[in-house]
DNA sequence: CGGGATCCCTTAGGATACTG
DNA sequence: CAGTATCCTAAGGGATCCCG
């Protein structure tokens, strides 16, 4: 047995010893948003050495994960259809933590990914009946795109072709996330700015729920 | 940010910074079973150093994971009520693993906290409909009950107080809820005893699947 | 420039012994 | 029983270098 097996035959031990170890989980993330290139993943998770990059690659890649795939030219890491079922998990521990947070320590980043999947694992379904409606939010330099239809959505990184209303905010989407401030409050002391059909900010606010 | 952290402010890179380091998950999956002596925990998992269960217990306390509670001259180790929102994640990691599951390995071992876990993670509610039914499962030393009522089902360790039915069994049963064994096949080829009315085999192996 | 490999140093984690 | 203390190894952090 490896020296970095926990010696179980136990299902959550095999999980845990292919994506609990350091950056596995981050990796998992951000591959379910998209499949990246090498350089994306290390430009996607400031701080992560490239040593260790590339050794939880392998490693995921041993377990099934993660494929390696040659596309013009260039190599870009997906997920194995094995490595996609990982997203009721992600989600779930997602949720879990983002629970826990308050406000945004000085030095910590958010991430277009992290969006992403912030957006993707507080998404209520019931809260999109009889909706269909394309959305663009941006913080800062990220801008990513929601599209919701039969009550449904797909959350996306990048801007949106031709989005209904364009939510431009700042760290108080959390808060409005967690609705902590209304829609209505958020507009009053311009912590969003909308472009395109304001009635939907409601809609939008409803949507997600930490 | 502590050397330890992800630097991101992120739903899961806060999950993964409480219950991703090194044993974390496991001691979370025994507590969610029950709470524990330190010694308890200890025995139940097996390899763990005593120095590191002594840091993950501080961390989890600190990240209001765990709570230690002083009972009867003994010290408890229990799950916050946040804590056991992990449950759901626990599960869909758990079962996540368990498919990649083939043989257990020569020097891997089974816990009765981990069973407990697996019959927990892959119930499913559908299959109880109309049944009320208690079973104990015994793995070689291992014992564990199973209550099912009302489309719901309780997996605890230890004995049952008067199971309709009694199954001893051995590695055997991951092919049983795996689906590569049926039910009679099982009986036909010694891989499980049993005591008590055997007809509810049938539904007990319908009960949990991989 | 993309996709890593290599190096050095620090620290977490494994093994075991010991203590209030 | 509930942990510290210690020693050692291996993994991770950080920077740089290399190769097609």
Known sequence: MSRRSYGQFCGLVRAAELVAERWALLIVRDLLVSPKRYTDLLNGLPGIPTNVLAARLKQLEEGGVVRRRLDDRAVL????????????????????????????????VVTPDSM????????????????????????????????VEDGEAHVDAGAAPAPDLVIETGPAIKALMAGELTPAEARANGSVRLTGDPRLLDRFAALFRI
Chains 1, 2 share one sequence.
Do not use: N
Not at 81 to 108: K, N
Not at 126 to 145: D, N
């Open 77 to 108: 890491y997906e997920l194995t259809e094995y490595g996609q079922e990982l997203e009721a998990a992600v989600l779930a521990l997602g949720r879990w933590g983002a629970r826990m947070l308050t406000e945004p320590a000085p030095d910590e």
């Open 116 to 147: 992403v999947m912030a957006f993707r694992s507080t998404f209520r379904p019931e809260a999109a009946q009889g909706l269909t409606a394309s959305f663009e939010v941006r913080l800062g330099e990220i801008a990513l795109h929601v599209h």
